[in-house]
C-alpha cells in the first residue's frame, strides 16, 4: 500500500484511531469495521510501537500533535 511520505499510520489504523477519540470500546470499533476485537488491538499496538508510546492515550495526543488525528 502506497502511503505519503507524511502520512505514518495506514488507512486502517487511522479508522481505528478515528473511532477510539469518538470514545467507542475495542469491540465496538471492531463491529463497525467488520473486523475482530483482536485486529483492532493489534492496529493500536503497531501503532503504539511506530510512535514508540505507552499506552493508547499518549497514542492520541501524540497523533493529534502530530496533525495525523484531529478530535
Same mark, same amino acid.
Given at each position: 500500500?502506497?502511503?505519503?511520505? =507524511?502520512?505514518?499510520?495506514?488507512?486502517?489504523? =487511522?479508522? @481505528?484511531?478515528?473511532?477510539? @477519540?469518538?470514545?467507542? &470500546? &475495542?469491540?465496538?470499533?471492531?463491529?463497525?469495521?467488520?473486523?475482530?476485537?483482536? &485486529? @483492532?488491538?493489534?492496529?493500536?499496538?503497531? &501503532?503504539?510501537?511506530?510512535?514508540? @508510546?505507552? +499506552?493508547?492515550?499518549?497514542?492520541?495526543?501524540?497523533?493529534? =500533535?502530530? +496533525?495525523?488525528? =484531529?478530535?
Amino acid at each position: 500500500m502506497e502511503r505519503s511520505p =507524511r502520512q505514518l499510520l495506514t488507512k486502517r489504523e =487511522r479508522e @481505528v484511531f478515528e473511532l477510539l @477519540v469518538q470514545d467507542h &470500546t &475495542t469491540k465496538d470499533i471492531a463491529n463497525k469495521l467488520f473486523i475482530s476485537e483482536k &485486529t @483492532v488491538r493489534n492496529h493500536i499496538s503497531n &501503532t503504539i510501537q511506530k510512535l514508540g @508510546v505507552k +499506552g493508547r492515550s499518549q497514542a492520541v495526543i501524540e497523533l493529534i =500533535r502530530m +496533525g495525523e488525528l =484531529r478530535i
